[in-house]
């Protein structure tokens, strides 16, 4: 590493401790990641034996074709999709309002957004639990949906107030300047530059509300998303390979994505940092 | 009103609400501004930070309107048209380059949205690029322009749609010096060429002496003064005038009341002192004083006495080094000397 | 037409302002802060023990409920793991937030930045699975003990009352363990930005006034590093409180708030109990945050 070379003289006998355990927080963090793809080929069906007797292709198939597994995953993709699209509108205006305007309340305003990601899971889904009991709202995919669409707008919130307030504050009223009205503007100018801010979002919001299982397990009632159907496989295991497999699938949808966001986000922010 | 005014301000006031936890109240950005700015001139406004000057631009533009009076565009009241509909373009402090848009795409914005078509939009376009010494680069992106380019491809999506007035709001305030003295010298040039109205915002005294045809100088949200950089520079009509724009002498009281005979205070020029010997004589029309030289510094160029009045307080003295060395001039320190300059040469204050 | 339009809203922006702020602030005053209300309503019924039915009336004893010893030892409970949890995750992440501060290049930085963030991104329940894998009696942990040949040890360890149980996945320590390992990145991430804000000159200079590393460690970096472990307490411990999937999948029959809450309002039905029971780690989370606030936590988030 040149810089360390470059920048530290002192710091050159700590660094041996120090890096001993940068990198073994890194390898807690993954190496449970690793075991997950390690079992979903695992030939055991009944245990988690290390290391595994055998591996094998076979549950993959069979994973796919489970009916249980498959509903789960298409209500949960369903419930994503009308969560992460209530969430970018939602969103978006909030951050448009808060970048744009000097209102009364601006400061609660972020602070109000992030409350059902900040307070305990638990508190979001017994605080909407109380409410389907007590209007008698039953539960059904809209109870789902709206329940996620509620904890998603503030990752859409943040990464598109992050973008505006990256983007020169003139850009719009160039815009104008040069004879576009409001409707063009945002078309032409606002539009293309939180195009990629939209689009990360969208993937954080869609895998936040793929993945949660605290909230749904209070607004579902009887339906299962694919992690509320994976808990209950893991508290009464009927088919571990299957679960195993599914697992595995659920990192890749809601791991790559990620990647993906990240990617573009770092992207754009590059050629945005050289026009400043 | 006649056609050779280009914009007029008609007793404008902007005033901010302020709420804010330590205070809250009125802050008025602009206080009863009248002007008139002439068509074809190249009109700058100049003034400190937070003295209106911006907030008179923004108003021209739209993206501002008055809190009372009116802003007339060749006649027109154009106060509550928002910028779209003026026929007035900027360029801005901060170049405000659309960046998904390459070079070209961004000077041809104005023409796209004007639906112009696609074969004159390419005309028109490289015309500007040439104008403002680009050609070549309508396929780059602006994060691929160094400053001074960014400042041209602002300039020239702004000059595209052949507005009536180009507004500027300190453009060349991001530049480092030598490149913003080029620039200064292009932007009248191209001025002259394209012949449009150009209201220049800056607080660089020095650029708006340079450039201007006309300045107004702003405090406060109040104009001090209007006038060519002649006039503004050689008759301050106020302290704040003559303090900002360069360097004056500042006279009154009892002082001021030995010199002239009257003790209304008035501002003199460093530069337009004479510094004598004690016998020397003076011409007719000139006003004397006699002190003391208490400090020396070589400039090079000039030199800068600091001399101390017998009556008390102190001048300042600029003298060219047409003839003297260094070591001359530090000899001066100490000597007694009498200082003379033409009567028309100081100006009294009226506040 | 439409310029006519845009001119009508561009010369009223209060319009503007709200249309655009009225959609989101209808859905979280009606939907978020709604449901908090009628918690808070719910919390204020009681259960008829005879009937099962939620009797809408005005009173206090769900909460005096609250104050029955198992509920008092479900409340000490849940604290004593949330703040172990945070302790643990703090003296992890420390290492890691300060070599990625100070010593990373840009492109390390960068990609352990990715590393610390893609697992918080990656499936809750999945991570949560993983450690069912690992902590299982056949599973690694066990096969690593016997490969070094202290099975024994572990088997000892297992025997202890409070942190033991018939296996690590089914004990405290494995609820521990998990929770350490699902909350980690939230205390990386705070810990390092505060790192990444003290000035290199800052460091030596202490060095420089004759200060060992060590001291200048303790002296220095600890209490600028302060607000950024504040911070990232707030989450493990106010994650650790609501959470109830890790206590059900690992845990024995004692229970935690959240497997509490969830236990009410679903099997017995009682939702103003479970109500009341939330009002807890609200309450606790409250005092945690101002106390994070006088201590300048915010500044680092």
């Known amino acids: 590493m040149p810089s360390k070379n470059s920048s530290q003289s002192g710091g050159e006998r700590a660094a041996w401790p120090l890096k001993f355990g940068a990198v073994g927080a890194i390898l807690f963090l993954h190496v449970p990641l690793w075991l997950i793809f390690l079992y979903a080929f695992t030939t055991e069906e009944s245990a988690y034996t290390f290391p595994p007797p055998g591996l094998t292709l076979k549950w993959i198939p069979q994973a796919l074709a489970n009916p249980a597994m498959q509903s789960a995953l298409y209500l949960s993709i369903r419930v994503a999709f009308l969560a992460t699209i209530t969430a970018l509108v939602l969103g978006t205006l909030a951050a448009a309002a808060v970048y744009r ?176 | 009103m006649s056609a050779s005014v280009a914009i007029e301000f008609k007793n404008v006031s902007r005033i901010f609400s302020v709420k804010q936890e330590d205070q809250s109240g009125d802050v008025k950005a602009v206080e ?254 000139t006003f004397i004083a006699e002190g003391k030289v208490r400090d020396v510094i070589y400039l090079g160029l000039y030199t800068r006495y600091l001399v101390e009045l017998d009556g008390g307080g102190d001048l300042v003295v600029v003298e060219q080094n047409l003839k003297t060395t260094s070591m001359d001039v530090m000899q001066a320190r100490g000597q007694l000397v009498r200082l003379f300059w033409k009567k028309e040469h100081i100006s009294y204050m009226g506040d | 037409m439409l310029n006519r339009i845009s001119t009508y809203f561009y010369l009223r922006p209060k319009v503007v302002l709200a249309l655009m702020l009225l959609p989101p602030m209808l859905w979280f005053l009606v939907v978020y802060i709604g449901s908090l209300i009628t918690m808070l309503i719910n919390s204020f019924f009681y259960l008829d023990g005879f009937t099962g039915k939620v009797i809408h009336e005005f009173t206090l004893r769900t909460y005096i409920k609250l104050f029955d010893p198992i509920n008092l030892q479900i409340f000490g409970r849940t604290t004593l793991m949330a703040a172990s949890v945070t302790l643990a995750c703090i003296i992890i992440a420390f290492p890691l937030s300060y070599f990625m501060a100070r010593f990373a290049s840009q492109r390390m930085k960068t990609f352990l930045y990715l590393a610390v963030t893609l697992p918080l991104w990656s499936s809750y329940v999945v991570r949560v699975y993983s450690w069912k894998l690992i902590l299982a009696q056949e599973g690694i942990i066990s096969w690593f003990a016997r490969l070094i040949h202290l099975d024994w040890l572990l088997q000892l360890y297992l025997n202890l009352p409070g942190v033991g149980g018939p296996s690590l996945s089914i004990s405290a320590t494995g609820i521990f363990i998990v929770f350490v390992y699902i909350w980690l990145p939230y205390m990386i991430i705070p810990i390092q930005t505060a790192l990444e804000r003290v000035p290199k000159s800052l460091l030596e200079a202490s060095g420089d006034l004759g200060a060992t590393p060590a001291q200048t460690f303790r002296t220095v970096l600890l209490p600028l590093a302060f607000p950024g472990v504040v911070a990232g307490s707030i989450f493990t411990f106010s994650l650790t409180l609501g959470d109830f999937i890790v206590p059900q999948l690992f845990g024995n029959s004692s229970f935690y708030i959240g497997k509490a809450v969830l236990t009410y309002q679903g099997t017995s039905g009682n939702i103003p109990l479970a109500a009341a029971f939330t009002m807890g780690p609200i309450i606790i989370m409250i005092v945690y945050l101002l106390i994070a606030r006088r201590l300048g936590a915010f500044d680092a988030l």
Not at chain 1, 166 to 172: A, H, L
Not at chain 2, 192 to 214: N, Y
């Open chain 1, 101 to 276: 305007y000097d209102f009364f309340g601006k400061e609660s305003v972020s602070f109000m957004l992030i409350l059902p990601l900040a307070l305990p899971g638990i508190v979001t889904g017994i605080a909407m639990r109380s409410a389907i009991s007590l209007i008698h709202i039953p539960f059904s995919f809209w109870t789902i949906v709206i329940g996620h669409a509620t904890f998603c707008v503030v990752v859409v919130y943040n990464n598109v107030l992050a973008r505006f307030r990256r983007s020169s504050n003139s850009m719009i009223e160039a815009s104008m300047d040069l004879g576009a009205n409001s409707f063009q503007t945002f078309w032409h100018i606002v539009l293309p530059n939180i195009g990629t801010a939209l689009l990360a979002g969208a993937i954080l919001a869609f895998s936040l509300s793929f993945d949660e299982v605290i909230v749904t397990t209070f607004t579902a009632g009887n339906q299962q998303t694919l992690p509320i159907w994976i808990f209950s496989q893991m508290l009464k295991p009927r088919n571990r390979p299957i679960t195993n497999v599914t697992a595995m699938l659920v990192v890749l949808i809601t791991a790559l994505p990620i990647l993906f966001a990240q990617r573009i986000v770092a992207g754009s922010s590059d050629s945005e940092g050289g026009s400043k």
């Open chain 2, 32 to 285: 009863n501004v009248s002007l008139q700015i002439r068509d074809g001139e190249f009109f700058s406004l100049l003034g400190p930070s937070g003295s209106g000057k911006t907030t008179s631009l923004r108003m021209i533009a739209g993206f501002d309107r008055p809190t009372s009076g009116q802003i007339l565009l060749y006649g027109q009241d154009v106060s509550s048209l928002p910028p779209y509909e003026r026929d007035v373009n900027t360029v801005f402090q901060d170049y405000a380059l659309f960046p998904h848009m390459t070079v070209g795409e961004n000077v041809a914005y104005g023409l796209m949205i004007k639906k112009v078509s696609k074969i004159e939009c390419e005309k028109r376009v490289d015309d500007m690029m040439d104008l403002v010494q680009l050609t070549g680069f309508a396929g780059r992106k602006p994060s691929q322009l160094s400053g001074g380019q960014r400042q041209r491809v602002a300039l020239a999506r702004a000059l595209i749609n052949h507005p009536k007035v180009l507004l500027l709001d300190e453009p060349l305030g991001a530049l480092d010096l030598k490149l913003r003295q080029q620039m200064q010298i292009e932007l009248k040039f191209i001025q002259q060429r394209v012949g449009i109205t150009f209201i220049f915002v800056t607080h660089d005294q020095e650029e708006a002496l340079t450039m201007s045809d006309r300045i107004a100088v702003f405090n406060h949200g109040r104009i001090e003064q209007i006038g060519t950089p002649a006039e503004i520079y050689e008759h301050p009509i106020t302290q704040f005038v003559a303090g900002f724009v360069g360097v004056s002498n500042l006279v009154s009281g009892e002082v001021a009341k030995r010199i002239t005979g009257s003790d209304v205070k008035f501002s003199v020029r460093p530069e337009k002192i004479h510094l004598g010997m004690l016998g020397d004589k003076p011409e007719a029309d």
